[in-house]
Structure formats: structure tokens, C-alpha cells
């Protein structure tokens, strides 16, 4: 998917929120405080507009990629899943067609680590 960039570095176009970014493994340093576009949630998911989020050992393991073994699951040479967060809390924004449990507004707390972290984003509120 390509992006276009105004002068300021902001995506045009497109809803988009501000994440903490992990695109290669090290330490902190190569943390990126950026701009993505906003998922939208399948049929089965729940897009959650985030008001927390914690600091946790998993956290440091998806930054370093270490210890080596950890990789086979998190990505080989860089992370597979670059937006680290596991712990969130934080009120239901959408749900999917086939979402019951959950409606809109609902406050909800979980560990999104089984399924794809993504935890450290926030809804940009300028959009």
C-alpha cells in the first residue's frame, strides 16, 4: 500500500492514527513515534480506541528479538508484527459483522499478544 506525505511528514488522505513502530530489532532507539492508517476490524474483531496500555517482558522480547529462539515466532529478521502492545484497555470503537459480545462504547481490557499486539496506538483525535 502506498503513502503520500504533505511537507509536515502527515498521510494524506485516509484515516489514520499515531503508533509507536518496530521495524527492525534493537533497542529502543530504533522505536519510531509515526503515523499509520487505521485498521479496520474483519468480522470477528474489535477495533478498540485505546486509553492504555503496558510495559511488559513481551514488549522487550518483540523489541530486541531476543532470546534468538523467540524470533520463529515474532518475525526471523525483522518483526512480523511491528506495532508492539500486548495489555490494553480502552472503549470499543467498532465491531465486526459477526461481533455479539461487544457493541460500540463498551470499556474493555484484554491482551492482544495472541493476536497480532498492535497495542501501542492511539486514535489520532485531529482526524
Not at 2 to 10: L, P, Y
Not at 48 to 55: E, F, H, L, M
Request: net charge positive; proline share 6%.
Amino acid at each position: 500500500m502506498s503513502e503520500v506525505r504533505s511537507k509536515n511528514g502527515r498521510i494524506q488522505g485516509g484515516i489514520h492514527i499515531k503508533a509507536i513502530v518496530c521495524s527492525k530489532y534493537g533497542t529502543p532507539d530504533v522505536l519510531q513515534f509515526t503515523e499509520v492508517e487505521k485498521p479496520v476490524p474483519k468480522d470477528n474483531e474489535v477495533l478498540v480506541n485505546i486509553r492504555a496500555a503496558s510495559v511488559n517482558y513481551g514488549n522487550l522480547v518483540l523489541l530486541k528479538g531476543e532470546p534468538f529462539l523467540a524470533r520463529f515466532a515474532f518475525g526471523l529478521l525483522k518483526p512480523k508484527h511491528p506495532i508492539p502492545g500486548g495489555d490494553i484497555a480502552g472503549r470499543v470503537e467498532a465491531v465486526g459483522r459477526e461481533v455479539k459480545q461487544f457493541g460500540p462504547g463498551d470499556e474493555v481490557f484484554g491482551d492482544l499478544s495472541g493476536c497480532g499486539w498492535g497495542g501501542f496506538a492511539e486514535r489520532d483525535r485531529k482526524c
